[in-house]
């Protein structure tokens, strides 16, 4: 008998309460360890830069349908030349690894690059030593850019690092690096955490520690001005509306003004004054290629957005009617189902409406149209039932003694006689 209490018991009580589902999302991801703009008179681009480079480039997208792209590239030109290359040149550009759900690939890799993506994750990661002779060398750089859906939350992380970047052959040294945003959406609200640090700053061999993050060390920027470069310290945000959230560190700046350089060096002298006369004009200007380069330290950006699924409405449930504005000057009409007074009949009395049944928990017994009563009073009968009619057949067939002193009740058939 307990065994039944309990199972009435059990489908008596409600269902576990669920949270809502993720419907819709888009979310975004990209870093970028080190990013060099190029200022020069040599390229004929009415835009400035004239040439940009992204060193260990990272970037992801997750969208609804679902739609996934990542790309990784160890040295990315821009949009314009990186995606635009096909349409011009009929051929992509080699250095980067795709993926893309659902059109493929799921994942590729090269050398110090890989990308995948699916219908619920989208990463790329890339990573490995760059130089370029006598402007930039940076050993241990790194960046990834991962994007992910859940059933309870949309998030997207982009993070960079790198151990040292030299700058000028030396001149400038940043060691320590590292920068990271994510912004995470739960279908209700957004929210996110950007932050980075730089731990020294190295000029012309003197050590600058970083001791406070919000501000550069004391002196750094007096050190910088003699070799023209000028400084902008890093910033991180995050911005929060409704349910989206944008996470950004806007890297470390430093714009170098190549010409005072040469100036500061002494080699715009010897590069203008002996060598210059000696090439044909046309050639001259080969002398200046740059006039500014922008060396941008670090730069992430997370971006989620998400909304809770919606529950499914009844097709054949009618759209609410809008309310027709009474004219001017008339009486406002009657509300919808409401009876005209009659004189010597008093109005029907107000009906409070009944709160919906799908406000409430349900129960495994509030079977459509059948009241749980019902359910539980048929139960009870068919329990009664089957010990009457156990009773009975026991009255019947072997409940009175037999006065002779015989057995009663049915003979087993099957022992022989």
Not at 24 to 52: K, N
């Amino acid at each position: 008998m307990r065994y039944v209490l309990v199972l009435l018991l059990l489908l008596l009580s409600p269902a576990p309460a669920r949270a809502a589902d993720i419907g819709g999302f888009t979310l975004s991801a990209r870093a970028a360890p080190v990013s060099v703009l190029l200022h020069t008179d040599l390229i004929p681009v009415p835009a400035e830069p004239q040439g940009e480079a992204h060193l260990s480039y990272t970037r992801t997208e997750l969208g609804s349908g679902p739609i996934g792209r990542s790309l990784a590239s160890s040295l990315w030109p821009g949009a314009a030349v990186g995606t635009g290359l096909p349409q011009l040149l009929g051929f992509a550009y080699p250095v980067q690894a795709n993926a893309a759900h659902p059109g493929g690939p799921a994942d590729q890799s090269q050398p110090g690059m890989r990308a995948a993506a699916g219908a619920a994750k989208a990463e790329s990661h890339a990573g490995a030593k760059q130089e370029v002779p006598f402007l930039l060398t940076a050993d241990g750089l790194s960046s990834s850019s991962v994007s992910t859906v859940g059933a309870a939350e949309a998030k997207s992380t982009a993070v960079t690092s790198a151990q040292t970047i030299s700058l000028l052959a030396g001149l400038v040294v940043l060691s320590g690096v590292e920068f990271e945003s994510v912004a995470v959406s739960d279908g209700s609200k957004g929210s996110g955490t950007s932050t980075f640090s730089v731990a020294e700053f190295t000029v012309l061999n003197r050590k600058f520690p970083v001791k406070a993050p919000d501000a550069p060390p004391d002196g750094l920027l007096k050190a910088l001005e003699p070799l023209g470069i000028t400084l902008t310290w890093p910033a991180s945000s995050t911005e929060v509306e409704g349910t989206r959230a944008t996470s950004a560190s806007r890297g470390l700046t430093l714009t170098v003004d190549v010409l005072a350089l040469r100036s500061k060096l002494g080699i715009g002298g010897i590069l203008d004054g002996v060598l210059a006369p000696l090439l044909p004009k046309e050639l001259a200007p080969l002398l200046n290629p740059l006039r500014k380069m922008v060396v941008i330290v670090g730069d992430t950006e997370a971006v989620a957005n998400a909304s809770a699924s919606a529950p499914l409405t009844p097709p054949d449930a009618p759209a609410p009617l809008a309310p027709v504005p009474p004219a001017l000057g008339d009486a406002p009409p009657p509300a919808l189902g409401a009876v005209p007074p009659v004189a010597g009949v008093a109005p029907p009395k107000a009906v409070t409406p009944v709160a919906s049944a799908r406000s409430r928990p349900r129960s495994l017994l509030d079977f459509p149209g059948v009241p749980a009563l019902l359910v539980l009073t048929g139960l009870g009968v068919a329990a009664a039932g089957a010990f009457g009619m156990k009773s009975f057949g026991t009255f019947l067939l072997g409940g009175a003694p037999c006065p002779s002193g015989h057995p009663t009740g049915v003979p087993d058939l099957r022992v022989n006689p």
